[in-house]
């Protein structure tokens, strides 16, 4: 079975441009979660899906972060205008239900220069 | 607030032997669920075991066990004949009440030597 699947794998840009990370999470999952890792602040969330409608986005750390889940297939997490204080590994996971595991995609290491 | 927190930044262990990775927990919730993930030097995060709060037996998987104490809220893997392969980043988290989200602890980081 394919797992999550998130694109692209590494993005370098500079600031001020616009990202938009992207995830297929694994068929048949209805959860979907943004995580963003960082030395400083470790494994955060960011926002979370369940059945494509966001549940809590109180982890979005302003306005310039927006995500959406269009389709069960598929998430985009979007930073516009970007900031070198974005720079981070993440992470996109899906889980079956809740109380089950929740499985990540390898990451985007993302570098705002 | 729900809280994991892992007291310990570093092990080492000698490939062949056993290591308990320390995690304790804290909410108020009656619901929850433990999780340990392992994340290798290449960056992705592997789901390594699970423990429901109502689950009555620890849960083991492979050479990976969860000695789950919940009157004294703590939760530590043990990972038993160690191999060169398990030197990695090792994160605990939870999920508690009617939230998905994992809260994560800060990490262990184990290195096996020959």
């Known amino acids: 079975d394919a797992g999550v699947i998130q694109s692209p794998r590494h993005e370098v840009t500079e600031m001020g441009q616009e990202v938009t990370l992207r995830c297929k999470p694994i068929?048949?999952?209805?959860?979907l979660f943004w995580y963003r890792q960082t030395m400083m602040r470790g494994l955060e969330l960011l926002i979370y899906f369940n059945n494509n409608v966001p549940i809590d986005d109180s982890g979005m750390p302003e306005d310039r972060f927006s995500a959406k889940m269009p389709n069960a297939s598929f998430s985009t997490l979007k930073i516009q205008p970007s900031e070198p204080r974005d720079s981070a590994v993440y992470f996109c996971?899906?889980?079956?239900?809740?109380?089950?595991?929740?499985?990540f995609g390898d990451g985007t290491r993302l570098s705002i220069l | 607030a729900q809280k994991i927190t892992q007291t310990q930044p570093g092990m080492f262990v000698q490939e062949k032997e056993a290591v308990t990775l320390d995690c304790t927990y804290d909410t108020s919730d009656p619901s929850y669920g433990l999780f340990w993930y392992k994340q290798p030097s290449s960056g992705e995060m592997i789901f390594l075991i699970y423990?429901?709060?109502?689950?009555?037996q620890n849960a083991t998987e492979g050479r990976y066990s969860l000695n789950f104490q919940k009157a004294r809220k703590s939760a530590n893997l043990v990972i038993s004949a160690s191999q060169l392969g398990d030197s990695a980043m090792y994160f605990c988290a939870m999920t508690s009440g009617s939230a998905d989200k994992l809260i994560f602890g800060t990490g262990t980081r184990l290195q096996v030597f020959p």
């Open positions: 423990q429901g709060s109502y689950d009555q």
């Open positions: 068929s048949g999952h209805n959860s």
């Open positions: 996971a899906s889980s079956r239900q809740r109380d089950q595991p929740q499985h």
